[in-house]
């Protein structure tokens, strides 16, 4: 159960709410949905605003779905289109165009799968694993900084909660599918 000392903050702009017990998992589920956007625009925010990898510019991938495609890859390995369109919740046309780009950059490539030679395999190349990296470490340090702001008593409570956040995003995840590492 989660408890709050009572207080306002502010979870969205324009919208303060009052943090006491938490009641139910409707409450807990609003407050989540309320941060969420949130958490991504600080995130957005620590990579100058947009989701850009500097290592690859002006080549490298600049639209949150590439990195977001890039993103899936790095943590589950490689994909068909058709995995991909799932776990991105785009449509496989979408992906396709992506992928397309981010091979362009020599981001991701391309290549049979072992098994069927009709379909196709998307991975990251050692470039795409690099630029991920830059980016994932663009987005830690942003958030880093964000905490050091805060009590140590806030960085506790978020650190308990993590554990509770992992399970609750294992959930959705297929069983053969890596840890999320948060990026």
Do not use: W, Y
Not at 47 to 75: A, F, N
């Amino acid at each position: 159960m989660l408890t709050f000392t009572r207080r306002t903050v502010r979870v969205a702009p324009h919208v303060p709410r009052i943090l006491t017990d938490l009641h139910t998992t409707h409450d807990l589920a609003t407050i989540f949905i309320d941060l969420i956007p949130g958490l991504h625009e600080l995130l957005r925010q620590g990579t100058g605003g947009k989701p850009h990898l500097e290592s690859l510019r002006p080549s490298g991938p600049d639209v949150p779905g590439q990195i977001r495609i890039m993103r899936v890859l790095r943590q589950r390995g490689p994909l068909t289109m058709q995995e991909l369109a799932t776990a991105t919740d785009v449509s496989a046309p979408t992906v396709s165009g992506i992928v397309k780009r981010l091979a362009a950059q020599e981001v991701v490539a391309r290549r049979p799968h072992e098994e069927d030679g009709r379909v196709v395999l998307v991975d990251l190349t050692p470039a795409g694993r690099a630029a991920m990296e830059v980016f994932r470490e663009s987005r830690i340090d942003a958030l880093q900084a964000r905490l050091a702001i805060l009590d140590p008593e806030d960085r506790d409570a978020i650190s308990n909660a993590l554990p509770a956040l992992q399970r609750l995003f294992d959930m959705n995840r297929p069983a053969d599918a890596t840890r999320c590492e948060c990026s």
